[in-house]
């Protein structure tokens, strides 16, 4: 989904996130996504400041929508882990998270109707009573705008604000691109700033339309890639 500039201190490589890794990358898209309009929309009663840093995220001290969306993200984390490599994230050799993506390969980006009812307890959690029917619309949106081909989905990608800008993001994202292009498979996501489709257009996806979101909500833009022929040979 999200799109100031320091470069790494450190070089950084590509890799699956690890175990202990779920606190850290929640609190890391918590700060990518401050300023995101659906956030903000999904969270409207909270206060506080919504780019708290790590160590306040972590202790939970944040203020309400920092720490309303670092939960938001860790509970995707719970939704995205069944799937192998489904948590990719940007990092330096030292351990500093740059940025993070969630992936859901072909035919799994929707969870069972079992695991969903098993998380409903959780999305209570994060959202609060009050916040649940909003949270519910939201999805309901994006299920209903889904592509039925089948493809990569990447609902997903944070790069830490101290290293927007450095190019980390979209190795994180080419990264994968390459893998779908080897496979002869698309790609697709949805941007929720508008601001970040010049980005996601660079990688080689396309705006397919718009999705508005009920009860005066935000749009967001669908966007698809489809392979590149040209990419090499497909893997069977």
Not at 43 to 71: C, E, K, L, M, Q
Not at 96 to 107: K, T
Not at 155 to 183: I, K, M, N, Y
Request: aromatic share 8%; net charge neutral; with cysteine.
């Amino acid at each position: 989904m999200n799109a100031r500039t320091a470069r790494p201190a450190a070089g950084y490589g590509i890799r699956c996130a690890r175990p202990g890794e779920a606190g850290p990358v929640a609190a890391l898209l918590a700060r990518a996504f401050a300023e995101d309009a659906v956030m903000a929309w999904m969270f409207p009663d909270a206060d506080g400041d919504a780019s708290a840093d790590a160590d306040a995220i972590a202790d939970g001290d944040a203020g309400g929508r920092a720490r309303g969306t670092a939960r938001f993200f860790a509970l995707l984390q719970r939704q995205q882990r069944p799937r192998a490599g489904a948590v990719r994230v940007a990092a330096t050799r030292d351990g500093q998270l740059l940025a993070a993506a969630l992936w859901s390969g072909p035919g799994r980006w929707q969870p069972s109707a079992a695991r969903e009812l098993a998380t409903m307890p959780r999305y209570a959690y994060v959202f609060g009573v009050r916040g649940l029917a909003r949270a519910a619309g939201v999805q309901n949106a994006l299920h209903d705008a889904h592509p039925d081909t089948p493809h990569w989905y990447l609902p997903t990608l944070g790069t830490d604000p101290g290293f927007q800008g450095t190019g980390v993001g979209s190795a994180l994202v080419r990264e994968q691109l390459a893998h779908c292009d080897r496979l002869g498979q698309p790609a697709y996501l949805e941007s929720s700033m508008i601001s970040n489709i010049p980005f996601y257009e660079g990688l080689g996806f396309r705006v397919t339309g718009e999705i508005r979101l009920p009860d005066g909500g935000p749009t967001l833009w669908p966007m698809w890639r489809d392979a590149d022929a040209d990419a090499g040979p497909r893997r069977r």
